[in-house]
């Protein structure tokens, strides 16, 4: 499979959903792109993931940034907005559209067994319906690709996952349109995220290539779960993160990520002794 070569100039980027402010798992994440990009000499950019509205927290976005800034990250072009990329999104899919393989689905959520889409849409909508979303014909065959932290991975996402849905009823673009797109147009070499996001990987490196551009080398970090075992995040309540000790909450989120910290008493020793670290490890 075609893949940036790891001599390529670095381009990596940081990507939240502004649907609260950073909590610990986020800022591991964070931390982890921040450190990969800089340990490579690399551009770090700042990505708002704010087209999925309901989830979106009015000023969130600029919560994040000013986190980010207190704890000495620094992104190194203007962020963008994915609500402002919108015809970009629409272009993207007018090109697969053009190209046959979009269809609509008239499904409801209640209709389809649990699983893979099993394609009962693909040769056309039964009589009277309309779509209700549209999807991507995926193409057949196994995607792999070396995850540089999880290892190797395989799917055959047309058996696994099935034709899935790029744009929704209610008529927005779902999250693994929008991300291809806003990868490939920020020219993204390295992508550092949560292991959430390793299964949407294979689906991520066929889209890229049915438009015409070269995925991104992938590095999924563990994520940071509470004590009973789930994931922190900002729907169940992670608290918020302590900003008036910066150096602290650093080394909480380099901790977790399974480095020691032994001897760091300052931010000015965290930055290069966690770059240098990080660059022994995932060089
Ligand atoms: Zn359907």
Excluded at 105 to 134: K, S, V
Excluded at 181 to 201: C, E, K, N, W, Y
Excluded at 212 to 222: K, M, R
Excluded at 246 to 274: C, H, K, M, Q, V
Aim: some cysteine; hydrophobic content about 40%; overall charge neutral.
């Amino acid at each position: 499979m075609a893949q940036a070569l790891p001599s390529a100039a670095y381009t990596g980027r940081f990507a939240p959903t502004p649907s609260g402010p950073l909590h610990a798992g986020s800022l591991i994440t964070a931390l982890a792109s921040y450190l990969d990009a800089r340990a490579h000499q690399g551009r770090w950019h700042l990505r708002i993931e704010d087209i999925d509205t309901p989830r979106v927290v009015h000023g969130a976005d600029q919560h994040i940034m000013q986190q980010l800034q207190a704890l000495e990250m620094r992104w190194d072009a203007p962020p963008i907005w994915q609500s402002r990329r919108l015809r970009h999104y629409q272009a993207a899919f007018k090109q697969l559209e053009q190209a046959g393989s979009i269809y609509g689905c008239a499904c409801t959520r209640a209709q389809l067994p649990p699983g893979p889409y099993p394609g009962i849409c693909r040769d056309g909508l039964a009589a009277g319906t309309g779509p209700r979303a549209w999807r991507w014909r995926v193409p057949a065959g196994r995607v792999s690709f070396e995850d540089r932290w999880a290892g190797p991975q395989t799917q055959d996402v047309a058996q696994e996952v099935g034709d899935f849905i790029l744009r929704r009823a209610d008529g927005v673009w779902t999250y693994q349109l929008a991300v291809v797109v806003d990868d490939a147009a920020q020219h993204i070499t390295h992508i550092v995220r949560g292991a959430d996001l390793l299964d949407s990987t294979a689906r991520q490196i066929l889209l890229t290539q049915a438009l015409g551009a070269l995925p991104a080398l992938t590095l999924h970090v563990p994520l940071l779960c509470d004590t009973q075992g789930y994931k922190l995040s900002k729907q169940n309540h992670a608290p918020a993160l302590d900003l008036t000790h910066p150096l602290e909450t650093l080394l909480s989120a380099w901790r977790a990520l399974g480095f020691d910290a032994s001897g760091i008493n300052t931010l000015e020793a965290f930055w290069p002794y966690a770059t240098q670290q990080w660059h022994q490890r995932f060089p």
